[in-house]
Nanobody
Framework: QVQLVESGGGLVPAGGSLRLTCATS????????KGWFRQAPGKEREFVAA????????YYADSVKGRFTISRDNAKNTVYLQMNSLKPEDTAVYCC???????????????????WGKGTLVTVCA
């Protein structure tokens, strides 16, 4: 069984910060690339960030680069997304994801990942 459970979403003013957490279980462990995607109302799913198995490599969408930081704790099977300087356009449901294939860098923006969580809502008010 595969589980990805997000937490940490909420309502925040523009310029504020939030930290999202995704706890993974089942066969999703340190051998999986992990990432975050988001979907705003009426829009398609959008890649946000990805991190390699050992955390040495990361890749970000241009829209969040310099503001968001992805990290992972393999001992806890957890991946995080620290979001700073939030903007109203960051409002979306944020989903964590995991993929068993080797690190693909910018490919995740095109192909997504294999396993998905249900998401947590982030609302940034102006």
């Amino acid at each position: 069984q595969v589980q990805l459970v997000e937490s940490g979403g909420g309502l925040v003013p523009a310029g504020g910060s939030l930290r999202l957490t995704c706890a993974t279980s089942g066969r999703i462990n340190s051998n999986y690339v992990k990432g975050w995607f988001r979907q705003a109302p009426g829009k398609e799913r959008e890649f946000v960030a990805a991190i390699s198995r050992n955390g040495a490599n990361t890749y970000y969408a241009d829209s969040v680069k310099g503001r968001f930081t992805i990290s992972r704790d393999n001992a806890k099977n957890t991946v995080y997304l620290q979001m700073n300087s939030l903007k109203p356009e960051d409002t979306a449901v944020y989903c964590c994801a995991a993929d068993p294939a080797p690190w693909g860098g910018n490919l995740y923006a095109l192909r997504g990942m294999r396993y998905w969580g249900k998401g947590t809502l982030v609302t940034v008010c102006a």
